[in-house]
Each structure stands twice: as structure tokens, then as C-alpha cells.
């Protein structure tokens, strides 16, 4: 009786995702405490975010993704009219207008969108009774490009980055023209150099730095050498948990968000990383079985987008922190701390996982 | 292939998306091996550099501030420089008890009640880590006795600091400016602008003047050390380091020379002097009288000091000519005049018989002319030189309001001239619209008569009017001016000149031109109201005299300038170019409190045109000081009465509310 019921409560939980998801968020949590300078209540804080977050995860792997196709394009909009609504009356933080005020609670709709711009253009792609021609990439490389420049103008260009990835996921995998990729990526390579010609010096000052921060060790570089520092200085074991000479003196900037992967890499060694990689990477297995599997194309389009979103999120942050891409703000997923990702993250997987549990029920076509 | 027309074939796309799906597959492994290649060069290749690194405590990044540029000027002559001082210097939060270190410092080091308030001054504005001097400028043997018991006071160091210098203090510190240290306004206006870490290291941020203005010229580019330090903060090898790149070098158009004779001849008046290159815009001379020694300011000035300048009824630290503004009184003329005949008015051999009065059509009110009985028969270039209240009255009316500001505008009234200093205040050229705007009310016709003899609303900032007179100098040819002649690029050492930037081309008639010219010289001549000013002069100076009232006078009561206090006496303004018939010089100059323009501010010009064109020093003598006296009577037209609250209106402005026709005062 009990476990029939225990049962029917995770019937739509996969079993393998969450196995993974939970082992990674402990991971997660002991990093926190090191990083936090043994905080108890920041670990505290930590866990009622995963635990709001699996929650989240559990209602939306509960709900059949045909409602979700259905919530695709409302969502989308909502998003829209949101960034529109930060752009116009969006309160300023950091010198970045992205939070929406609404006197009870403040909301950041670039969040949404990482959900609702995959959904958006995979209700696209399957609403087409043809297969896609060159037409439909153009009216969806403009649904996504509206809120992209929207979060882009903010400024927020991490997110913005990450949301035109994750759309443009959905692009390949709904089939693009390879002649179309090679030949766009082939004039981007052209234009460049002319592009850069048509900058300020400033300008141009900017994206070197971004490109390699070491040129501006008092301002970006900072982080980037430090963070070089603490991963290079753990080696091949790790100097232990909480033994970081680099995290537990202060060295390490933003330690608990964006840069968790240096404390990490200090205190576990290469043989952590290589162990969290092997972790993401069977997340991101995983997702790909899912998508492979998946019934219609919706589920598909977005469950490879989803899979591969998350992948691009793990990559450019450790890639951020060892040094070998830009500085831009991306928090490491599970790992960092922060109620926002955490939600978003688990929201995705949710979507996996009923794309995955309903498969059985729904119609294929 | 038709696929583009054909249904779905859901057997083939889902192959196809399968295949793509393989090679997004096969990027993540490709992107996660980059990943662990990179995490093998860190921690296994590069592990013991790092480690090193690590272990020997760390990196620190040090700022290396960069020389601040210099500033000189025409001639080379250095206004702004940095020299090297000892400072005291205590990091609050590194020691236990201030009070008793300090006592025991004192026993070392001479340390002045004032050096004591400045430090607390500096103590409540800064973070407790900042280290904040307690004594500037050691000389030699007290560093060396601190240096000798340094042991003794953890968190006090002894800093060789370069400290910005003002070798002329006082003079010119309106134009040039001063630096001070960086405060939370600041830091916030860096942020925004992205050039913080620029910053880190510098202490000192332009606050005023060029100093201000050209503040990103001026710094340069803070160099860096990647050092490592020890566990007690030592440096003990350089990894890494950049050079800083000095700040430009400016060189001014202004010459200090003509800046001093210009200054001394204010003696103890106060007021503002501009002098212009009416063909290029350069700025030759900027007094604002009295001034202040900037170099106060460089090192956090001290309470007293503060509170001396800051409450003092001169108001010694305001830029007069930028921010001071005053009517232009009479020597808004000649603009009227050019304003008339440009519109077809006026022209010779059309002429007035002045009674000493005017009045508009259906009433009977009075405009009086500043001689009672009036001055007879006068055409428009002896109206200029006598100065005819009557004339303009008339002028005005028939031109109307917006002709008269529509034309008067293109030569900056009511604008900001854009010179090259900051905090600049456009003063005011009021129009119907304006009015009705400001106080809800119409245009009274009664304000358009008054307006013509630059009574009124009308107010101008003695840069405004030297510009003005420069653009009627160079006939109509409107340069922006400025103040920076050239940058010297600190790397090549290669001077680039600032550009001379043409703002408008007034299309005039040159017969036009000439008439004004003609009455304007006349003015210096005997019979003009500033005969005394072109005597002997040796050269031909077009020149207008002005007064404009500070206090409000009743009608039917009299102007006795012994009677009232001297800050109640009139404003005496002055404006002249020359030679009149090339000119190499236009200028503008009020004395406030002075009286008559003729009189008061004729004097300071003279000076001021004498050196620049003839190389004349003045005559070692006192400066005359006050002005005639005078009984000449006034009255106030029957307009509204509103009053008039401009911002920053603190110094200068007399009191519109009562608009009085002008009153000269005659040698």
C-alpha cells in the first residue's frame, strides 16, 4: 500500500536525473560551506532554495507536455511584454536595469525567458505542417532575437548569450540548412574584422579585456588570476574540503555564485573536476536519451534544447572560472548559490522528466 | 527535392534530428575535453607555479598612479605641477588608540591644531582602512626622526606622495581649478563611467576649473605590479608590471602676464574680467574677483579656512564668469543697435530730437533718458557713444520683443558660450514666451522698451558678454570659445592644438557693422562716456560703458551713491575690442558695486589692452576704488513687477524686480 503510493507519487520522476541531480546539489551544498566561510546559514538558505526548487520540478514533471505546448505561446508573450516592461520602468541595480518591481515581490524576466524561449520556438516548429523552410527560420530567429536584444540592452550579455544558444538549439535541431550555418559562420568570420575597425578605441578596450582579462588586473582581470591561482595551487588531489588557501583567505571574489567552480577545483583537485564533469556530462546524457526518445516534435525540439542549454551553462562557467573564455555571468549549475538558477534549473529537468514519464500517453504522430 | 512543398515525412525528420542531435553530442564531449585539458595545464603542468603562487601568500596587485599632466600657460609659464612631499600618514582602523599615538607623534613631529581638525575632517569622510595624512609636507629632519622611530607606531607611515602645486596660488584659480581628494560622489561618477579601476591608487580627482574639465586628459593611465607578498604585506618579487602613462600636458591660450596685470587691477574690488582673440576663441584672460588659493584645497582644506572662504560676504569661491550673472545695462546697445539697422531701422541720416523722455502711444507714462532734458538731436551713432536711453526706447518698440531677442541671440545672449570649463550658466534672454511660462503672465510692451537698453529681465555671465563682443569684433564670425590651446600627448610628447571651432557665421552688413563700430569708438573719444579711457592710448578702442542697478530705486526718489552702503551701489560694466579696426582683443569686464562702467571698469580694460597689444606694463599706482558720486534721478516704467529667481543667481544679479532705465554717471 504505502509503496504503491510512494510509487504513484514519483511516478513521473526519472530516476536516473534525479539520482544525478540530488548527489550533484549535495555536492553543491559542502562546496557552499567552504566557500560561504562556514556558514551554516547560507547552506540553510541553500536548502530551502533546492527544496522550493524540487518542487517546482515535481509539478511540472507532473504536467503533460501537451499543456505545456499549449502554455508556449502565452508564456512567450508574457516574457516579451515583461523585458518591455523593465525597459521602460525597470529599477537599476549594478548600473543593469533587469528587475521588474512590483511592490510585493521583484521579478527578473529574463529568467522566464530561458524557459519560455525554448518552448516558444519548439510550439513553432511543430506547428508547421511542412517540413521548415527557409521562411520559418527567419520569422524564428526574429521570436528570438525581440527578447534577446531586449535582455542584451539591459545589459545583461551573459544571459542574453545563453537564451540565443538555447533558441538556437532549437534552430539546428529543427533542421537549418547546414549550407545556411556554414555560410552565416563563415561571413560572421568575414564582417569581423571590418566590425572591429568600426569601434571605438574604448570600445575595442572592452572586448579585449572581456576576451583577456589580464589586461585589466585592477578591474575584470582580478577574478580571472585568482581564480587561475586556486584552481592551478589544487592539483591533482585538492588540498581538502575547506582546506583552500585561496577560498578561506579571501582572495576569491563572488566565491559563493559565479566563482564556486575555483573554490571547488582548489579544495577537490583535478580528480573533482574531472568528477563533476563526468556528473554534468551524465546529466546531459541523460537529456539527450530523452530527446532522442521523445514523441512529437515539440518534446524533442525542447528537450534538446533544454539538455543543451544546461551543457552550455556548465561550460562557460567553468570555462569563465579556468580562464579559457570571458568573464560573463553565468553561476555554475546546482553548485552556486542562489534561489533564481536553482528554480529555473530544476524547472527544466522538470520538463524532462515529463516529457519522459508521459511519453507512454501521448498520441505520437 | 521539393521538400520545401512537401508534408512532414516523420520517419526522415526524426532520423535528421537524431543525426544532429549525434553532433550537438559529440561538440559537448569535444567542449568537455577542451575542459579537462585546460584543468590538466592548470593543476598538473602548471601545478607548482601556482602552487608557489599560493602557498607563498598570494598576490597582491598593486596600482602604480600615474604623473598628473601639467598645466602651462601661452607661454610655457607653469600654472599646475606635482612635486614630492613626506606625508604622516595613519591607517585608523591598523591603530589601537589614535588620541595617545597621535600625542606621541606630536612629541616627533610638529602637528598644528589646523593639521589636527583636517584629520578629523578627513577621519569622519573616509573608510577606518584608508590611510589619511595627519601632517603634509615633512621637511627633511622630521622625516628622518619619524623614520628613525617608526618601529614605534604600527599603522602610521611615513608616504612620499606627489602633491599637486599651484605656484601662482591665488591667481587665475577660477579657470585653472583645483584637485582634491576623491570622495563617494566621485567614485559613483567613475563607476558609471566605467573608469574606476583607473582610479585605483589616485587620491586626487579634479574638482574645479580645468582641472575638471579635462580630467580624463589630465590623469593618465594608472600602471600596475602583479606582486607577491609575504605574510606581513611586503612585496617580495615583481611577477608582472605595467608602466603608468602620464597625464597630457595643457598648454593654455591664456597669458599669466595679462592674467596678473588684469587681477592687480582689481585691487581690492570685486568682480570678473574675460578676455577673448575675437578670430580664434582663445580665452587671453579669466578673472573672477576675489579669489582663492587653491592650493588650500589639495590637501582637504582645513575647517577654518573653509568656513572663511565659504561664509565670506564676497563669496570668493564662486566663478564669476561663468556663474555670475548681471544685466547687461548699456552695453546691451550696440546690439540693439545692430539688431535695428540689420532689420532696415534707423539708418542715417534718420535722427531723434530727444527731450529726455519717451512714452508709448496711449499713455502717459515717462521713460526718462538718464539726462534730464535729454540730449537733442541724435542719430543712432551718437546714440551709442552719448549713450541715448531715448533712442533704444524707441528702437526697441518698433522692432519688438522677438526681433530684438531673435537677432541678439546668435551673438550668445541667453546661452552658454561653451567654453571648455565646466559649470557654465546660460543666464537669460526672456521672450513673450518665456514670461508666460515662468509667471503666467503677457508680455508687457512697457518691457520690450526697456529691454532694448538692456534693462529688465535681461541677465548676462561676463563670458557671455565678452563672447558677445568678440563676435561683434570679428564681424558676425562666431568662435567657440576656449580655453586649452593645446594637449601635449604625454608618450610622444607631440603637442595636438584643440581646434578653433566656428559656431555661426552671422550674415551682417558690413555698412552696419561699421556705423556701431564708429559710435563704439566714439565712445572712447572726448564727448563719449569713456573719453578718459581711450586718451594716449596710441590705438583705436571700440568700447561701451554700462551700469546696472542693485538696488531698486522708488520712483521720485534719488540715487545718492554716498548715502548707501557700498554693496548697494551699481554694477559698473565695461566692454571694448581693439584695435576697432583689426581687432586683437575683445573683453568684458564688470566691477561690482564699482558705479559707472566709464569710470570703474574702463580702467581695468585699459590695462588689460595696453599690455596685450602695446606690451605696457601699468603705472605702479593705487587703484582707484569706489565711484563718482551722482544725483541723477531714476524712475521705474509702469510694468508688472515680478521677481526673479534664477538658480545659482547668488551673486551679481540686481534685483529685476524694479526695471529701471539706466543712470549714468558723468565725469
Redesign the interface.
Known sequence: MISELFQRFFRHIDSFLMACLLFTMLVGLFVLYSASGHSIERVSAQLINIGVALLVMWIVANIQPQKLESVAVPAYLVGVLLLVGVALFGDVSH?ARRWLNFGITKIQPSEMMRIAMPMMLAWFFAK????P??SDFAIAGMLLLIPVGLIAKQPDLGTALLITASGF?VL??A?LSWKFLIGGAVSIGAMLPFMWSMLHDYQRR?IEILIDPTQ????AG?HT??A?????????TGKGWLNG??AQ?D?LPERTTDFIFAVF?EEF??IG??LL?VL??LL??RG?VI??QAKS?FT??LA?SIT?TF?TYA?VN??MV???LPVVGVPLPFISYGGTSMVTLCLSFGILMSIQTHKKLVAS? | MK????????HN??H???L??AV??FL?LI??S???A???F???K??D???T???NN??S?V?ITPNRGLISDRNGIVLAHNFFVYTLEITPSKVDDLDATITEITKLVEVSPSDRKRFNKQMTESHDFESIALRTHLNEIEAARFAVNRYRFPGVELKSRLFRHYPFGKMGAHMVGYIARINDKDIKNL??A?L???Y?GSDHIGKSGIEQSYETQLHGT?G?Q?VEIDADGRAVRVLSSQAPTSGNNLILSVDSKLQEIAETAFGERRGALVAIKPSTGEVLAFVSMPTFDPNLFVDGIDYDNWNLLNNSLDKPLINRPLRGIYPPGSTFKPFSALAGLEAGLRHPPFSISDSGYFTLPNSSHRYRDWKPGGHGNVDIRRAITISCDTFFYGLAMELGITRLTDFVRHFGFGQKSGVDIAGEIPGLLPTPEWKMRRYKQPWYMGETVIAGIGQGYTLVTPMQLAQATAVLANKGVAMRPRVVSAITDAKTGAPHLTQAVLNEKIPLDEKNLDLVRLGMVDVTLPGGTAASVGANAGYSIAAKTGTAQVVGIKQNEKYNANAIDERHRDHALFIAYAPAEAPKIALAVIVENGGHGGSAAGPIARKVMDYYLLGKLPDLEPPVVGAKPSTSIVTNPNTSKPTISLPNAAIGATNPAINTPEDEHYD
Not at chain 1, 508547421?128 to 517540413?131: A, K, Y
Not at chain 2, 521538400?3 to 516523420?10: C, D, V
Open positions: 548600473g508547421r505542417e511542412t517540413s523552410r527557409v538549439y539546428f535541431l533542421g572592452r585589466d588586473p585592477l578591474g582580478y588570476i585568482q587561475t591561482i586556486a584552481l592551478g595551487s589544487g592539483g591533482v588557501t585561496q583567505l582572495f577545483g583537485g583535478m573536476n574531472i564533469v554534468f556530462s546531459i546524457a539527450l530527446a532522442a516534435t524533442r525540439l534538446g543543451l551543457f561550460f567553468m570555462g579556468s580562464g579559457i504522430g | 521538400s520545401s512543398r512537401e508534408l512532414k515525412n516523420y525528420e526524426k535528421n534530428f537524431k544532429r542531435l550537438l553530442g559537448v567542449a568537455f577542451v575542459l579537462a585546460r584543468f590538466y592548470l593543476q598538473i602548471r601545478y607555479y601556482y602552487q603562487l599560493a602557498e598570494r598576490i596587485i596600482p563607476d558609471e566605467d574606476l579601476s583607473n585605483k594608472t600596475f602583479q
